[in-house]
């Protein structure tokens, strides 16, 4: 039986790879501080004889006697709420965490995935992105915390894949989105879905023109799946092409919702990107993979989990 070790495992993607992996046989350890992370999220697989949850900040020094084959490291803050308000914990997961998880695995002999972002693109001048893209980062800007610390996860992950061959894999992660999401987690979706529910104001930052590209989390685990069983380890970008304004979000999730909120207008965030949008044609190509739910059907399904707990 193979064991997979998922830092962030109680966090909102993690914690669904938590299930797909459960569901496929293997022995999960889950692991996370509970930062950003809930226990809420995995109460269901503590039940489960083939889960087993860990206390810990991954930016110290982790020792586990389990034989590990599989390390999939998902433990950051993902929401420019979170990594604003941690910055120095964002910067020491992505650098020290990511470190520690890559000791661990040239020590474990194990397979390690790394759960980078989209945001190493920065604020894009090519569109839509491909992985080859270096990207158009500002290093010292508010954002600069998460984005410098997946851009160093990435460049150290492949410093131990050359040197100490290591067998990585990188994965950009484009918005995702679905159940388990925070209410206050404060990315576009919930806090329309969030707002649209409660008859408050939907609040669009800057002139709400600026696009997205949605996908949906049981597309992207299937996705992140497929990237661990492939023999590639260059970053693959997983994420839906379809690209959307937030107006459009917006006026979608108010359709779904049945809501009579009026639309409020704030100041750009710094730094907030004008476009994004992923080129899939390597995941296409490698993965044999493409998204296949709908955003309307995956609001639908994100709205009608939202509304239990509104």
Known sequence: MKTVLITGGAGFIGSHLCG?????????????????GSL????????HKRFRFLRHNIAGPIYL?????????FASPASPVDYLVYPIQTLKVG????????????????????????????DPHVHPQPEEYWGHVNPVGPRGVYDE????????????????????????????????????????????????????????????????????ISDMVDGIYRLTQAGYTDPVNIGNPAELSLNGLARM??????STSPFEHRSLPTDDPKQRQPDIRKARALLKWRPRVTLADGLRQTIHWFRQRV
């Open 65 to 73: 006697k389990d034989q590990l084959h599989l390390i999939l490291h």
């Open 253 to 258: 999730i108010k359709k779904i919702a049945k």
């Open 20 to 36: 797909l992996f459960i569901r496929k046989g293997w022995r999960v350890i889950c692991l996370d501080n509970l930062l950003t």
């Open 149 to 216: 610390a997946k851009r160093f996860a990435e460049a150290m992950t492949m410093a131990y894949h050359r040197v100490h061959k290591v067998d990585t894999r990188i994965v950009r992660i484009f918005n995702t989105f679905g159940p388990r999401m925070r209410l206050n987690d404060g990315r576009a979706i919930p806090n329309f879905i969030t707002q649209a529910l409660r008859g408050e104001p939907v609040t669009i930052y800057g002139s709400g023109r600026q696009t997205r590209s949605f996908c949906y």
């Open 40 to 47: 809420v999220n995995i109460a269901f697989y503590r039940r």
């Open 95 to 122: 650098a020290l965490g990511t470190h520690n998880c890559l000791g661990l695995a040239k020590a474990k002999g194990a397979r390690f995935l790394l759960a980078s972002t989209s945001e190493v693109y920065g």
